[in-house]
């Protein structure tokens, strides 16, 4: 019975999730009872832990809608979590925290119930199991519900642990309890917060105690009757430095059996409700690597950890967006839930580190919504801090599927520390800050409440993926709550690996191949019978749209890479003291997946340098006659056949003057003679020019240039500068639609066709006589409308017999070869071909002049060319004369 | 070419199935395991500025892969293409490269016992291609290293020396 499937975990999960949010609704909640009995009849005979517990569950869940309790709901919720957990680990956990559920439970349930039948005698049967451990539990389930500002009960706590550690007879266990009755004896003499704090260390320390003291008990089950019968003598030990006033009180109440939780649940105990309440907070022991769960499901993590990036992501666009609109309630939503499944998902999994540092982050958020704190200034700082660290800790979590070992990194414990203490944040980093008057130090942080079903806090339950693994079923319906925010539609979607999609795509390509060769088969087109004629006409009008769609599968919007430069420009304005905004158009124009990661590593260091060296200090920018505040503008749209990625600054710009002669000094050229604007800009991405010492007064957009142009470059896209001295600079890429596809014109060159990218190709046209010339008798050139333009004899540099070798009598294709343009020397123009470029073979490296192939209709392969690579061939060509000059000599 | 200086594995290492076929009268041997199909000749297209033993590109289903002609390589003379001409798609690693030979022959067990070590044959014969030299039915096969052979495909199309005037 304690092989649950892990469905039935993830389906209990989802219960105590809704019964959380939802306590009221009643048809879901009579399913559930129908499902935790069902559970029930599997759980073994009758008496046992976990069927007594899954009996009072469904009869609680079964009340919850006629009878709602906010109590009930609680205790519920964390009931079937335990049983969750019990099940999932198999019983690892023992049933002590099942009977201890059973307790509460059934207390509750016999008061506020009526209606209900009477317990079993087995449901009362673990109240009288209590042994020294009960008195333990009871310290446990004291501090689980204790609240930090009700002094009186944390006293009582405290003389019931230096009773536990009087008793104990295990020194490890003794010096716990001692501990953390000396933390909760401090509790009682700091504020509410920091009492919190004390707490749940001592929460952990009492952990440990009850560990060590189970180990003992399986050693030695004598030694546990002794503790038990010392234990009630334990209350008359006065602890040291308590406050005598709050000993009177509490002494009488800690009888070995108490059921404390009858006696605690003070129903505006803010207590700790997460999704495994019973596991205590950690960030106290502060431990720098956390072990990975022996038990790990690998796959899960990974997929914990791709969902809980995007959760995170749509946080941290809500969070950006609070800046501006600090009251929206809906993005405090979204973001809280992220925390919220963040934390969920976590704690499921059993990554301590990361479910502990998110529920603080909770803890915030939930502040925020509740309205105890607006998200502005250094509470808006910390939500987003708290968005990296956990992006951080994602990222540790990522290694730790290989090292087994979560290292927590730098800085974890201080922001968490941070985020119960965020005015102790402000006090450290801004002094001038005014903390909202609603902001009640006093006040413990309500997080993990029961969420009241409030118009600000819409249980928006839509599956957005519904392919989503089953065991993050919870964090999905939190997602798409978190995006509904957004997007209007709900869309669904399929997770699929890349790996898959790729083949599949591969798979369209070649069918579409395949078709082709069968539609201009000479047998085909000869045929005359026109039913399958049509039949092929109709089959290849399939083919080519399953072949737009499977494109289309790889299509990402640039929405997300955008959202990480909002975040990024306010950063770095923010560290160099300047003023400066992003604003972000056409963040819905999608690229090819592949390139939107390629793409995201150059935007953010263009991005950056926009803002470090392109905008100036507001004092400069008042003087030049600007408004203080920079504005960095991010456009994408589609332009002919490629996606343009414009970033444009109202900075200060570049001036040629000074890029020139830094390079002169660097040696990259030796005078400006004949550059041309676009060239004297371009040598900002020229390596060796970035390393320049600080040139931030011209420009300064100079660190890693050439890494940016390497980037792009890689990715098949060209960078173009435009720039006014004082008034800013506009970066544009220039980006095929895709990797898959090029639109290609095939030329005929003597025997052998080649695929020309459309994208490069200006215009064609047969020279006449008087066009062309040469240069000291080795170069050619063509002149277009007063133009100079170098000729590239296709037949020479890719070695092509039969060539048409007198331009005029050819044809002359000119292309855009990086920024000069270049003339290709054709025998005649095919036809233009939407081909799918393809590498020549995984051991063929780069061949100059050509980037790749393709497969044409016929079934062979043309290959594409390269117009910066002929650029270069010729320049080769004419630095050593060939023949082909020569034959052109003659030929005029 | 080369000069040999990987260390050849043992000879005992080298006893398997071996696909072997003709160029011209000489029988060589490629493991088994490394050959993927065996296709017929096909329109290869040539890519300029790669070296002369590059034949170029085919469509292998779909995929772009280099064929490399081994007479070439090994500086046989050319010989027209015949029906029995095809090419030997080999798999290494992650790359299919075929190599087009004259004639394919058979699949053939070479014990341990069969095979010696490749004699030296002088400067002018380059046999760091070689594993070794298989004896069996009374013939003599030539057990080549085809990573070998086929290694140099990408490295030499890349140098700018391959670069045709």
């Given at each position: 019975?304690q092989?649950?499937?892990?469905?039935?975990?993830v389906?209990?999960f989802?219960?105590?999730?809704?019964?959380?949010?939802?306590?009221?609704?009643?048809?879901?909640?009579?399913e559930?009872?129908?499902?935790?009995?069902?559970?029930?009849?599997?759980?073994?005979?009758?008496g046992n832990?976990?069927?007594?517990?899954?009996?009072?569950?469904?009869?609680?869940?079964?009340?919850?809608?006629?009878?709602?309790?906010a109590?009930l709901?609680?205790?519920l919720?964390?009931?079937?979590?335990?049983?969750?957990?019990?099940?999932?680990?198999?019983?690892?956990?023992?049933?002590?925290v099942l009977e201890q559920a059973?307790?509460?439970?059934?207390?509750?349930?016999?008061?506020?119930?009526?209606?209900?039948?009477p317990?079993?005698?087995?449901?009362?049967?673990?109240v009288?199991t209590g042994s020294?451990?009960?008195?333990?539990?009871?310290?446990?389930?004291?501090?689980?519900?204790?609240?930090?500002?009700?002094?009186?009960?944390?006293?009582?706590?405290s003389?019931m642990?230096?009773?536990?550690?009087?008793?104990?007879s295990?020194?490890e266990?003794?010096?716990?309890?001692?501990?953390?009755a000396?933390q909760?004896?401090?509790?009682?003499?700091s504020?509410a917060?920091?009492?919190?704090?004390?707490?749940?260390?001592?929460?952990?320390?009492?952990?440990?105690?009850?560990?060590?003291l189970?180990d003992?008990?399986?050693?030695?089950?004598?030694?546990?009757?002794a503790?038990?019968?010392?234990?009630?003598?334990?209350?008359?030990?006065?602890?040291?430095?308590?406050?005598?006033?709050?000993?009177?009180k509490?002494?009488?109440?800690?009888p070995?059996?108490?059921?404390?939780?009858?006696?605690q649940?003070?129903?505006?105990?803010?207590?700790?409700?997460?999704?495994?309440?019973?596991?205590?907070?950690?960030?106290g022991s502060?431990?720098?690597?956390?072990a990975?769960?022996?038990?790990?499901?690998?796959e899960?993590?990974g997929?914990?950890?791709?969902?809980?990036r995007?959760?995170?992501e749509?946080a941290?666009?809500?969070?950006l967006s609070l800046?501006?609109n600090?009251?929206?309630?809906?993005s405090?939503?979204?973001?809280?839930?992220?925390?919220?499944?963040?934390?969920?998902?976590?704690?499921?999994?059993?990554?301590?580190?990361m479910?502990?540092?998110?529920?603080?982050?909770?803890g915030?958020?939930?502040?925020m919504r509740?309205?105890?704190?607006?998200?502005?200034?250094?509470?808006?700082?910390?939500?987003?801090?708290?968005?990296?660290?956990?992006?951080?800790?994602?990222?540790?979590?990522?290694?730790?599927?290989?090292?087994k070992?979560?290292?927590?990194?730098?800085g974890?414990?201080?922001?968490?520390?941070?985020?119960?203490?965020p005015?102790?944040?402000?006090r450290?980093?801004?002094q001038?800050?005014?903390?909202?008057?609603e902001?009640?130090?006093e006040?413990?942080?309500p997080?993990?409440?029961?969420?009241?079903?409030?118009?600000?806090?819409?249980?928006?339950?839509?599956?957005?993926?519904?392919a989503?693994?089953p065991?993050?079923k919870?964090?999905?319906?939190e997602?798409?709550?978190?995006?509904?925010?957004?997007?209007?539609?709900?869309?669904s979607?399929?997770?699929?690996?890349?790996?898959?999609?790729?083949?599949?795509?591969?798979m369209?390509?070649?069918?579409?191949?395949?078709?082709?060769m069968?539609?201009?088969?000479?047998?085909?087109?000869?045929?005359?019978?026109h039913?399958?004629?049509?039949?092929?006409g109709?089959?290849?009008k399939i083919?080519?749209?399953l072949?737009?769609?499977?494109?289309?599968?790889?299509?990402?919007?640039?929405?997300?890479?955008f959202?990480?430069?909002?975040r990024i420009?306010r950063?770095?304005?923010?560290?160099?003291?300047?003023?400066?905004?992003?604003?972000?158009?056409?963040e819905?124009?999608?690229i090819?997946?592949?390139?939107?990661d390629?793409?995201?590593?150059?935007?953010?260091?263009?991005?950056?340098?926009?803002?470090?060296?392109?905008?100036e200090?507001p004092?400069v920018r008042?003087?030049?006659?600007?408004?203080?505040?920079?504005?960095?503008?991010?456009r994408?749209?589609q332009?002919?056949?490629?996606?343009?990625?414009?970033?444009?600054?109202?900075?200060?710009?570049?001036?040629?003057d000074?890029?020139?002669?830094?390079?002169?000094?660097?040696g990259?050229?030796?005078?400006?003679?004949?550059?041309?604007d676009?060239e004297?800009y371009?040598?900002i991405?020229?390596?060796?020019?970035?390393?320049a010492?600080?040139?931030?007064?011209?420009?300064?957009?100079?660190?890693?240039?050439?890494?940016?142009?390497?980037?792009?470059?890689?990715?098949?896209?060209r960078?173009?500068?435009t720039t006014?001295?004082?008034?800013?600079?506009?970066?544009r890429?220039?980006?095929?639609?895709?990797?898959a596809?090029?639109?290609?014109?095939?030329?005929k060159?003597?025997?052998?066709?080649f695929?020309?990218?459309i994208?490069?190709?200006?215009?064609?046209?047969?020279?006449?006589?008087?066009?062309?010339?040469?240069?000291?008798?080795?170069?050619?050139l063509v002149?277009l409308?007063?133009?100079?333009?170098?000729?590239?004899?296709?037949?020479?540099?890719?070695g092509?017999?039969?060539?048409?070798?007198?331009?005029?009598?050819?044809?002359?294709?000119?292309v855009?070869?990086?920024?000069?343009?270049?003339?290709?020397?054709?025998d005649?123009?095919?036809g233009?071909?939407?081909?799918?470029?393809?590498?020549?073979?995984?051991?063929?490296?780069r061949?100059?002049?050509?980037?790749?192939?393709?497969?044409?209709?016929?079934?062979?392969?043309?290959?594409i060319?390269?117009?910066?690579?002929l650029?270069?061939?010729?320049?080769?060509?004419a630095?050593?004369?060939?023949?082909?000059?020569?034959?052109?000599?003659?030929?005029i | 070419?080369?000069?040999?200086?990987?260390?050849?594995?043992?000879?005992?290492?080298?006893?398997?199935?071996?696909?072997?076929?003709?160029?011209?009268e000489?029988?060589?041997?490629?493991?088994?395991?490394?050959?993927q199909?065996?296709?017929?000749?096909l329109?290869?297209?040539?890519?300029?500025?790669?070296p002369?033993?590059?034949?170029?590109v085919?469509?292998?289903?779909?995929?772009?892969?280099?064929?490399?002609?081994?007479?070439?390589?090994?500086?046989?003379?050319?010989?027209?293409a015949?029906?029995?001409?095809c090419?030997?798609?080999?798999?290494?690693?992650?790359?299919?490269?075929?190599?087009?030979?004259?004639?394919?022959s058979?699949?053939?067990?070479?014990?341990?016992?069969?095979?010696?070590?490749?004699?030296?044959?002088?400067a002018?014969?380059d046999?760091?291609?070689?594993?070794?030299?298989g004896?069996t039915?009374?013939?003599?096969?030539l057990?080549?290293?085809i990573?070998?052979?086929?290694?140099?495909?990408?490295?030499?199309?890349?140098?700018?020396?391959?670069?045709q005037?």
């Amino acid at each position: 019975m304690q092989n649950g499937p892990p469905d039935t975990v993830v389906r209990l999960f989802a219960i105590a999730e809704r019964l959380r949010n939802d306590p009221k609704g009643s048809a879901p909640a009579l399913e559930d009872a129908r499902f935790l009995d069902e559970l029930r009849a599997q759980a073994g005979k009758p008496g046992n832990p976990l069927e007594t517990l899954l009996q009072l569950c469904s009869r609680g869940a079964e009340s919850l809608p006629t009878h709602p309790d906010a109590k009930l709901g609680d205790t519920l919720t964390r009931a079937i979590g335990y049983v969750a957990k019990f099940i999932d680990k198999d019983g690892a956990c023992g049933t002590r925290v099942l009977e201890q559920a059973s307790e509460r439970l059934l207390d509750i349930l016999g008061v506020g119930v009526s209606a209900a039948a009477p317990p079993s005698a087995s449901a009362a049967a673990p109240v009288s199991t209590g042994s020294a451990n009960a008195t333990l539990d009871d310290a446990a389930s004291l501090l689980l519900m204790i609240s930090a500002a009700d002094k009186d009960q944390i006293a009582r706590l405290s003389i019931m642990l230096d009773g536990l550690a009087q008793d104990s007879s295990d020194a490890e266990q003794r010096e716990c309890l001692r501990e953390a009755a000396q933390q909760s004896r401090l509790a009682i003499g700091s504020d509410a917060i920091r009492a919190q704090e004390l707490l749940d260390r001592a929460g952990q320390l009492l952990e440990c105690a009850a560990n060590s003291l189970r180990d003992q008990r399986e050693a030695n089950a004598a030694a546990k009757v002794a503790a038990q019968a010392q234990v009630p003598a334990a209350p008359a030990k006065p602890a040291a430095p308590a406050k005598p006033a709050a000993l009177a009180k509490p002494a009488a109440p800690a009888p070995a059996a108490a059921p404390a939780p009858s006696a605690q649940p003070a129903p505006s105990a803010p207590a700790n409700s997460a999704p495994a309440p019973h596991k205590k907070p950690e960030l106290g022991s502060q431990p720098a690597i956390e072990a990975l769960p022996a038990d790990a499901d690998l796959e899960l993590l990974g997929g914990f950890i791709v969902e809980s990036r995007e959760n995170l992501e749509g946080a941290e666009s809500s969070l950006l967006s609070l800046e501006t609109n600090p009251d929206d309630m809906e993005s405090v939503n979204t973001v809280f839930r992220a925390f919220h499944t963040v934390k969920g998902s976590a704690a499921f999994l059993g990554l301590k580190c990361m479910s502990e540092f998110a529920h603080r982050a909770e803890g915030l958020l939930a502040r925020m919504r509740e309205r105890e704190i607006r998200c502005v200034d250094h509470y808006a700082e910390l939500a987003l801090l708290s968005c990296d660290m956990l992006k951080t800790l994602l990222d540790a979590t990522e290694t730790a599927l290989e090292t087994k070992e979560i290292r927590a990194p730098d800085g974890v414990w201080d922001l968490s520390y941070l985020l119960e203490h965020p005015d102790e944040a402000q006090r450290h980093k801004r002094q001038s800050f005014q903390p909202p008057a609603e902001a009640s130090a006093e006040e413990a942080i309500p997080f993990g409440e029961p969420e009241p079903p409030s118009a600000a806090a819409p249980a928006v339950a839509v599956s957005e993926r519904e392919a989503t693994p089953p065991e993050v079923k919870p964090a999905a319906e939190e997602k798409s709550a978190a995006r509904g925010g957004q997007d209007a539609g709900v869309e669904s979607t399929v997770r699929v690996r890349t790996d898959r999609l790729d083949r599949l795509i591969n798979m369209v390509g070649e069918l579409v191949i395949a078709q082709s060769m069968v539609a201009q088969d000479e047998l085909i087109r000869s045929s005359t019978q026109h039913d399958l004629l049509k039949k092929v006409g109709r089959a290849g009008k399939i083919v080519r749209e399953l072949q737009d769609l499977s494109l289309s599968l790889r299509m990402v919007p640039l929405k997300q890479t955008f959202t990480k430069m909002i975040r990024i420009v306010r950063d770095v304005a923010r560290k160099s003291g300047k003023d400066a905004v992003l604003i972000a158009h056409g963040e819905d124009t999608e690229i090819d997946r592949n390139m939107v990661d390629e793409l995201s590593d150059p935007l953010v260091h263009m991005v950056r340098n926009a803002v470090d060296h392109g905008i100036e200090p507001p004092e400069v920018r008042l003087a030049a006659g600007k408004p203080a505040h920079g504005t960095v503008n991010l456009r994408a749209y589609q332009s002919g056949g490629n996606v343009v990625v414009e970033m444009q600054d109202d900075g200060r710009g570049m001036s040629r003057d000074k890029l020139l002669k830094k390079a002169i000094e660097k040696g990259l050229v030796e005078s400006d003679r004949g550059m041309s604007d676009a060239e004297v800009y371009n040598l900002i991405f020229a390596p060796g020019f970035s390393t320049a010492d600080k040139v931030t007064d011209v420009s300064g957009r100079g660190v890693g240039m050439d890494v940016v142009r390497r980037n792009i470059e890689a990715i098949k896209g060209r960078v173009e500068i435009t720039t006014e001295l004082g008034r800013g600079t506009t970066f544009r890429i220039f980006l095929p639609l895709t990797l898959a596809i090029t639109d290609g014109m095939l030329v005929k060159v003597g025997d052998e066709r080649f695929i020309v990218p459309i994208t490069s190709i200006r215009l064609s046209f047969r020279p006449t006589r008087e066009q062309l010339s040469t240069v000291v008798g080795t170069g050619e050139l063509v002149m277009l409308r007063g133009e100079p333009i170098a000729i590239a004899r296709l037949h020479g540099l890719l070695g092509c017999g039969n060539a048409v070798s007198d331009p005029t009598q050819g044809l002359l294709v000119i292309v855009d070869a990086g920024h000069r343009p270049l003339a290709l020397l054709v025998d005649a123009l095919l036809g233009q071909h939407q081909v799918v470029a393809k590498t020549l073979g995984a051991r063929v490296q780069r061949v100059p002049g050509i980037s790749g192939g393709a497969i044409l209709g016929d079934g062979s392969v043309g290959l594409i060319l390269d117009p910066d690579g002929l650029a270069k061939l010729t320049l080769a060509g004419a630095m050593n004369p060939g023949r082909e000059a020569q034959a052109f000599a003659t030929a005029i | 070419m080369n000069p040999q200086t990987a260390t050849k594995p043992k000879l005992e290492a080298l006893a398997g199935k071996y696909l072997t076929f003709f160029l011209g009268e000489e029988e060589y041997g490629i493991e088994i395991l490394k050959v993927q199909e065996i296709i017929g000749l096909l329109k290869i297209t040539p890519v300029p500025n790669t070296p002369k033993h590059m034949r170029g590109v085919i469509n292998l289903r779909g995929k772009v892969i280099p064929v490399v002609d081994i007479r070439e390589r090994f500086g046989m003379s050319a010989v027209e293409a015949t029906k029995q001409t095809c090419i030997i798609v080999v798999r290494s690693g992650e790359a299919e490269i075929g190599t087009v030979v004259d004639r394919v022959s058979a699949v053939v067990s070479i014990k341990a016992g069969e095979i010696e070590e490749t004699p030296p044959m002088g400067a002018r014969v380059d046999t760091s291609c070689l594993l070794g030299i298989g004896k069996t039915e009374g013939r003599v096969r030539l057990l080549l290293d085809i990573e070998r052979v086929l290694a140099d495909v990408g490295e030499a199309a890349s140098s700018p020396t391959a670069i045709q005037a």
